[in-house]
């Protein structure tokens, strides 16, 4: 299976705080992609990084790539409330997206 | 806006029943596809569809069909539900054939099977 898997699978921090998830995967990839899901609602698409790109930002969120290491980090930096939610990373699969099992960011005013 | 509408937000259903769950997209994307999600395994996929009456089986298939009539109408199908199929099920789309482009989902149907 080419399924990702995060870490840590639960996190809380406090607003201001940066928050960082990991992902690892087990195949080669083209790209990986980030989503993230507030309660009980559908993915909302982050951030694609390209297998030739090591870093990526945009906004608040700060994405590297590790394909020696076949892993990712998503760093939110500055977190709010309003960050609250499961996030997901996702690799290219044949003719499909995979997606990990998540993780889920609790942030406490 | 791409915009990804399913038809129910809750569904609760009871064992043994036919239930249709339809998703519709507006944005004439190729790719289609149905997840269920689960606590502790992530997203799921069922089936998914890159072409009018086009489908291909995705990981957990068994229990479900799906339709695909129309380009921006894909549908789910329990033959007869059973309570293993209680979850929340989510509808996706996606443009083109590579791998770069993002998927756009609905909001989820949350079914019940008592």
């Known amino acids: 299976s080419q399924q990702g898997e995060e870490d840590p699978q639960a996190l809380s921090i406090q607003e201001g705080e940066n928050a960082t998830m990991n992902c690892s995967y087990k195949t080669s990839i083209n790209n990986l992609q980030w989503y993230r899901q507030n309660s009980g609602r559908g993915l909302v698409h982050l951030i694609l990084i390209r297998s030739n790109e090591r870093e990526k930002h945009s906004g608040r969120l700060r994405v590297t790539l590790d394909t020696s290491k076949k892993s990712s980090s998503l760093l939110i930096t500055a977190s709010r409330a309003a960050d609250t939610a499961s996030y997901f990373c996702a690799t290219w699969g044949f003719q499909k997206l995979v997606f990990g099992t998540g993780t889920r960011l609790l942030v406490s005013p | 806006d791409v915009k990804v509408t399913q038809s129910s937000r809750y569904l609760v259903k009871r064992t043994g029943e036919k239930v249709f769950l339809e998703c519709v997209q507006d944005?004439?994307?190729?790719?289609m596809f149905w997840y269920r999600q689960d606590p502790g395994l992530g997203l799921r996929l069922i089936y998914f569809s890159y072409d009018v009456k086009m489908k291909e089986k995705g990981d957990i298939p068994e229990g479900y069909s799906v339709s695909r009539e129309k380009k921006e109408r894909f549908s789910l199908i329990l033959e007869s539900a059973s309570t293993n199929q209680t979850s929340m099920y989510l509808c996706a789309s996606r443009p083109g054939t590579s791998g770069s482009y993002e998927q756009y989902f609905g909001p989820g149907t949350r079914l019940t099977v008592t």
């Open positions: 944005m004439d994307h190729e790719n």
